[in-house]
Nanobody, 124 residues
């Protein structure tokens, strides 16, 4: 069992940065791939970034390339999403999720545990 709690969302102007954190409980955190997804009302949940259990492999969603990075600290049971050069279209609820296969792959069905989400709003 893994419980995930996101933090760091908020309101930022276009061009600014935000750093989202996800704190995980559970002794097996280091065996899970971790991913970040986002969702806006009326749209499907979108993959943003994912990292493998050891942080070696990273998957990028189209929206993240060149602007966002993901990192994890298995000793602290945390995963972080650094978002730079934010755009209004980055607005949404951001979720961290744990992938029981350990890969961080974009496929949402791989993710067994989800956080409650944190709101990110980017103003123009």
């Amino acid at each position: 069992q893994v419980q995930l709690v996101e933090s760091g969302g908020g309101l930022v102007q276009a061009g600014g940065s935000l750093r989202l954190s996800c704190a995980a409980s559970g002794r097996t955190f280091s065996s899970y791939g971790m991913g970040w997804f986002r969702q806006v009302p009326g749209k499907e949940r979108e993959f943003v970034l994912g990292t493998s259990w050891n942080g070696v492999s990273t998957y990028y969603g189209d929206s993240a390339k060149g602007r966002f990075t993901i990192s994890r600290d298995n000793a602290k049971n945390t995963v972080t999403l650094q978002m730079n050069s934010l755009k209004p279209e980055d607005t949404g609820v951001y979720y961290c999720a744990a992938d029981s296969l350990g890969t961080g792959h974009p496929r949402a069905g791989n993710y067994e545990y989800w956080g409650q989400g944190t709101q990110v709003t980017v103003s123009s």
